[in-house]
């Protein structure tokens, strides 16, 4: 079946701090791979995407490589600032179901001064 | 401003009492979803609408219905709601294609006592 698994958090960082968060999938077919980003009290607001293998999606200093290969599409960011506190969503997008959304579990990342 | 509004955003109930979280769209989407969100589990999506008039079960539909007489609209309904239903709601809606992201309302936070 499809399914998307994500690190357990919640990850702590100090400001400045290099940020890898891991997410790998199983799916039948070529979906699309998404992150998203939920900020407190916030609905999910879309951070990247890539549609297909090898693609990197970029946004706001965060990259995340569609790896076909090892199923993979972790989140990085380079230095880390105490407003990327918040709550991240791995998710694959299918064809079907209306263009369902399976989602990972979440990780809280929180990033201290 | 194209956004997804859900209503209300925050709501008690007690069991068995009928209630209905409305979900309205002004990006002439195609595609609505409704997800619930739990600790540890990630969203789970309900019920789907890929059209007015075509709608049908997601993973997690038991107990909830839905409606879709007007393309911007995407009522929840909680016919008989139950302590197990207490979660966060979320309404999503998107174009038709997979590659295209999916854009949330705020979110609903519901306890039923």
């Known amino acids: 079946g499809n399914s998307v698994t994500q690190m357990e958090g919640p990850v702590t960082l100090s400001e400045e701090a290099f940020l890898t968060i891991n997410c790998t999938y199983t799916a039948t077919g070529y979906p699309s791979l998404f992150w998203y980003v939920q900020y407190p009290g916030e609905g999910l607001q879309l951070l990247l995407k890539a549609t297909k293998a090898d693609d990197k999606g970029s946004n706001k200093g965060f990259e995340a490589t569609y790896r076909k290969e090892t199923t993979s599409f972790h989140l990085e960011k380079g230095s880390v600032q105490v407003s990327d506190s918040a709550v991240y969503f791995c998710?694959?997008?299918?064809?079907?179901?209306?263009?369902?959304?399976?989602f990972g579990q979440g990780t809280e990342l929180s990033v201290k001064p | 401003e194209a956004q997804v509004t859900q209503n209300p955003r925050y709501l008690i109930t007690v069991t068995g009492k009928k209630l209905t979280v409305t979900c309205s769209q002004n990006?002439?989407?195609?595609?609505m979803s409704w997800y619930r969100q739990d600790p540890g589990l990630g969203l789970r999506q309900i019920y789907y609408?890929?059209?007015?008039?075509?709608?049908d079960k997601g993973d997690v539909p038991e107990g909830y219905k839905v409606s879709r007489k007007e393309k911007r609209n995407f009522p929840l309904i909680l016919e008989s709601p139950s302590p197990n239903q207490t979660s966060l709601y979320f309404c999503a809606s998107r174009p038709a294609g997979v590659e295209v992201e999916a854009f949330f309302g705020q979110g609903t936070r519901l306890t039923v006592v």
């Open positions: 609408s890929m059209n007015v008039e075509v709608t």
């Open positions: 990006m002439n989407h195609e595609y």
């Open positions: 998710a694959l997008g299918l064809y079907n179901q209306g263009g369902k959304l399976i």
